[in-house]
């Protein structure tokens, strides 16, 4: 999880509406990971994982 937060990294808007998004290395700006709007949402959220991870089973 540490890459996720990292100040090595930036998340920018893949498009126009800012639903999607990738994680960029500021050094050499080459995605490393990409999320949708709800990916960053749930995952940030633990009650929200529990929450889909308890409906999913």
Known sequence: MGVLTSMD???KKTDAQGTS?????RET????FTA????LV???NSQLQAATATSAS
């Open 29 to 32: 700006g080459q995605p490393r």
């Open 42 to 44: 749930f995952g940030a």
């Open 36 to 39: 949708t709007r709800s990916d």
């Open 9 to 11: 990294f930036e998340w």
């Open 21 to 25: 998004f990738s994680l960029n290395d």
